[in-house]
Nanobody, 122 residues
Framework: QVQLVESGGGLVQAGDSLRLSCVAS????????LGWFRQAPGKEREFVAA??????SYAGSVKVRFTISRDNPKNTVYLQMNNLKPEDTAVYYC?????????????????WGQGTQVTVSS
């Protein structure tokens, strides 16, 4: 059974940084792409970043400020978030794809974590 467990969320001020972590189990970690999505209140869940065989991919709104990375021996994917803005406030979800290439589509990610709350105050 695949499990994804996120951590690292919290309440910060605008301009601060946070690093989210996601530990995966029950899958061959190095063979799949990993992604981060987020969902703000009243909004659809949206793509943030992903990393796979072809390297990282980012949403335009975070491309300069966020960095996704992975540590295969630790089965862990990270999301370093710098210069946070109030509009980054959301629940952040880790997701594991069924394929190795990073994609932006939620449908390509069959496995999801429970999410971690990130709140950025102005």
């Amino acid at each position: 059974q695949v499990q994804l467990v996120e951590s690292g969320g919290g309440l910060v001020q605008a301009g601060d940084s946070l690093r989210l972590s996601c530990v995966a189990s029950g899958l061959t970690f190095e063979n799949v792409a990993l992604g981060w999505f987020r969902q703000a209140p009243g909004k659809e869940r949206e793509f943030v970043a992903a990393i796979g065989w072809s390297g990282p991919s980012y949403a335009g709104s975070v491309k300069v400020r966020f960095t996704i990375s992975r540590d295969n021996p630790k089965n862990t994917v990270y999301l370093q978030m710098n210069n946070l803005k109030p509009e980054d406030t959301a629940v952040y979800y880790c997701a594991a794809s069924g394929i190795g290439i990073a994609t932006t589509e939620r449908a390509n990610y069959p496995h999801w974590g429970q999410g971690t709350q990130v709140t950025v105050s102005s």
